[in-house]
Nanobody, 126 residues
Framework: QVQLVESGGGLVQAGGSLRLSCAAS????????RGWFRQAPGKEREFVAG????????YYSDSVKGRFTISRDNAKNTVYLQMNSLKPEDTAVYYC???????????????????WGQGTQVTVSS
C-alpha cells in the first residue's frame, strides 16, 4: 500500500519562506500528476499547484503564481513545494495528493486525486 507523507510545515513570519516535501512510501507510486492543496479553517480544500510526473510541467492557482514553485525528484518519488513571500492568508493545512487515473489534463479538483497525505500545518504570522 502506498502512502504520502508530508513534512516541512511550521510557523513563519509574513514575507518568509518554507519548503514542503511529500514522499511516497510503501509500494511504488505510479501517478500521472502530483499536486498540493490547502485548507484553511472554515473553508473548502483548494488547489495550489500541480506537476505532471512524466514531463515535469507545472501549473498553479492564481493566488500563488509567482510565489510558489512545485518540483519533483523522480528518484526519491518526492514532490516539493517551495513557498516564498508568504502571506497570512497562506495559513492553512497543506495536503499533497496523487492523481493515478487520467481524468483529464492538469487536474485541479479534489475529486481528481485519489491518494492523499495527512497534511502539514503552515502558519504565517503578520
Amino acid at each position: 500500500q502506498v502512502q504520502l507523507v508530508e513534512s516541512g510545515g511550521g510557523l513563519v513570519q509574513a514575507g518568509g519562506s518554507l519548503r514542503l516535501s511529500c514522499a511516497a512510501s510503501g509500494r511504488t507510486l505510479s501517478a500521472y500528476y502530483r499536486g498540493w492543496f490547502r485548507q484553511a479553517p472554515g473553508k473548502e480544500r483548494e488547489f495550489v499547484a500541480g506537476i505532471n510526473w512524466s514531463t515535469g510541467g507545472t501549473y498553479y492557482s492564481d493566488s500563488v503564481k509567482g510565489r510558489f514553485t512545485i518540483s519533483r525528484d523522480n528518484a526519491k518519488n518526492t514532490v516539493y513545494l517551495q513557498m516564498n513571500s508568504l502571506k497570512p492568508e497562506d495559513t492553512a493545512v497543506y495536503y499533497c495528493a496523487a492523481n493515478r487515473y487520467l481524468y483529464g489534463l492538469r487536474p485541479t479538483t479534489v475529486s481528481e486525486y485519489e491518494l492523499w497525505g495527512q497534511g502539514t500545518q503552515v502558519t504565517v504570522s503578520s
